[in-house]
């Protein structure tokens, strides 16, 4: 099986400040992100020395930890991708620079203004740690917001994820204590919406 690699950011460490300062991204990609990876590629080694020699394994430890670690990584890289500096001027959205994304809010939640507010409380009520996700699903056609607690708890098939946000306590702590409210109203200066509407029209 191929393992799984810790991608580069699209931006230096620094790019994001104000919002999320430099020391907190350095240590959220190279060292939480970095874990995710390792940990899911020992787990991928563990199942396929296994297979090679006949081996019995915990598969009911196994399968929770490759779905905490999978989930983790892959959100993590989603994440990284939704965001970009303030100065690029990627973060407003609008029918104009993002029209499929903008209009598809404006159709399932009224307006950007009532999407904000819904995704907002649903990051900062996660219980511990987890996330918030938009999400599209294709099949019925229309948008969701999901919390998700951890990395893989309440998530729900068939959802292609648009946007993620990280409430972790390792995503804020050094910049904001305690105060996650206040990281994700700074959040959303920091949201890639061009990002956001291509993986919109990729589906
Ligand atoms: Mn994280």
């Given at each position: 099986?191929?393992?799984y690699?810790l991608?580069?950011?699209?931006?230096?460490?620094?790019?994001?400040?104000?919002?999320?300062?430099?020391?907190?991204?350095?240590?959220h990609?190279?060292?939480h992100h970095q874990a995710y990876v390792n940990s899911a590629?020992?787990l991928?080694?563990?199942?396929?020395?296994?297979?090679?020699?006949?081996?019995?394994?915990?598969?009911?430890?196994?399968?929770?930890a490759l779905s905490f670690n999978i989930a983790g990584h892959i959100l993590h890289e989603i994440f990284?991708?939704?965001?970009?500096?303030?100065?690029?001027?990627?973060?407003?959205?609008?029918?104009?620079?993002?029209?499929?994304?903008?209009?598809?809010?404006?159709?399932?939640?009224?307006?950007?203004?009532?999407?904000?507010?819904?995704?907002?409380?649903?990051?900062?009520?996660?219980?511990?740690s987890g996330w918030?996700?938009?999400?599209?699903?294709?099949?019925?056609?229309?948008?969701?917001?999901?919390?998700i607690?951890k990395h893989n708890v309440?998530?729900?098939?068939?959802?292609?994820?648009?946007?993620a946000?990280d409430?972790w306590?390792h995503s804020?702590?050094?910049?904001?204590?305690?105060?996650?409210?206040?990281?994700?109203?700074?959040?959303?200066?920091?949201?890639?919406?061009?990002?956001?509407?291509?993986?919109?029209?990729?589906?």
């Open positions: 099986m191929e393992k690699n991608p580069n950011l699209l931006y230096e460490y620094n790019a994001l400040e104000p919002y999320m300062s430099e020391q907190v991204l350095i240590l990609h190279t060292k590629n020992d991928i080694t563990k199942l396929e020395d296994a297979r090679k020699n006949n081996l019995e394994l915990d598969f009911k430890s196994i399968s929770k990284w991708k939704i965001m970009a500096p303030e100065s690029s001027g990627k973060n407003k959205p609008s029918i104009k620079d993002t029209p499929k994304i903008s209009e598809q809010i404006e159709k399932d939640f009224g307006g950007f203004d009532r999407f904000k507010k819904e995704f907002s409380e649903t990051a900062k009520s996660v219980e511990g918030a996700l938009l999400t599209w699903h294709k099949e019925h056609g229309n948008l969701n917001i999901i919390q607690e309440n998530l729900y098939p068939e959802q292609k994820i648009l946007l946000l409430v306590e804020y702590y050094l910049d904001y204590k305690n105060d996650r409210a206040k990281f994700v109203e700074n959040w959303w200066n920091i949201v890639n919406w061009q990002e956001v509407n291509h993986r919109f029209t990729q589906i």
